[in-house]
């Protein structure tokens, strides 16, 4: 089961991945598909092989050579990683193909926001709609749950947006929300805590540096780490509550 949910997941990365770069563009939400933001090339047929098409043209673009993102090569794997994981972690079909979508989802937010510090609106929007058409269909929660998720980590990130004063983005309190949404109550607090210990050990030799005098500003992008609670909420969220409960 996990050997063709990952499968199904390198084709499913690898679908978001050729269609990511409309979403933070000027691009038609349809048309011809495209592999290079450079040049905007449409894509050959050896590019619709995951991670092939990569390795073939040496991570740059055939038309005008300029280096390809490096999601073009990891983020049809990590889908596929996340499908396998849901499948050891549930054994059940239903569950291993919306926790693999929607960590499909959340990998490319994280690849946005590091390539281009942008969440956009054109992932985000849709999949809180999908995570609320889809919150009756988990087998392990219900509608309740997944409402009462998303409302609790909109009010938890929405405080902090408050408190941070620009250290937080809305596009950060969205994302957390589709966190809350996708993964339900309770098991997107431990992807907020996971969030919150990541992001902190990160930002904690950025903080050294600038007390240091080393750098007076940098920014620090906080949507992978939401992305990443959000993944390990829909894969593990349940256990690890369990767990400290006892």
């Known amino acids: 089961m996990a050997i ?5 997941g390198l084709l499913v990365g690898h679908a978001v ?16 598909l495209t592999h290079c933001p450079t040049c905007r ?9 995951p991670v092939i098409g990569y390795l073939l043209h040496l991570g740059r673009c055939p038309d005008c050579r300029q280096r390809l993102p490096l999601r073009a090569l990891l983020l049809a794997p990590a ?12 054994d059940d079909w239903r569950a291993t193909i919306l926790t ?23 992932i985000v929007y849709p999949a809180v ?16 749950q997944a409402f009462a998720g998303g409302g609790l980590a909109f009010a938890i990130i929405f405080v902090v947006y408050v408190l941070s004063r620009g250290g937080f983005s809305w596009g950060d309190v969205k994302m957390a929300t589709l966190m809350g949404l996708a993964a339900g109550f309770p098991a997107m607090a431990a992807g907020l805590f996971f969030t919150a210990i990541s992001g902190g050990l990160a930002a904690f030799p950025l903080l050294l540096a600038r007390i240091a005098g080393l750098r007076k500003e940098r920014y620090m ?20 509550i369990d767990w400290y409960w006892g």
């Open 4 to 8: 063709v949910a990952a499968i199904i």
């Open 17 to 32: 991945e050729l269609t990511l770069n409309r979403s933070y563009s000027d691009s038609p939400v349809s048309g011809t």
């Open 41 to 49: 090339s449409p894509i050959r047929g050896v590019d619709l092989l």
């Open 79 to 90: 889908t596929a990683l996340c499908f396998a994981l849901a499948a050891l972690a549930t």
């Open 100 to 122: 693999g979508v929607f960590s499909a989802i959340f990998l490319a937010l994280l690849f946005t926001d590091l390539e281009r510090r942008l969440l956009p609106n054109r």
């Open 129 to 144: 709609l999908l995570a609320m058409a889809v919150s009756w269909a988990w087998p392990d929660r219900n509608a309740a």
């Open 221 to 240: 992008p906080y949507g992978p780490f939401i992305a990443l609670g959000a993944i390990v909420s829909l894969l593990w969220g349940h256990a690890i």
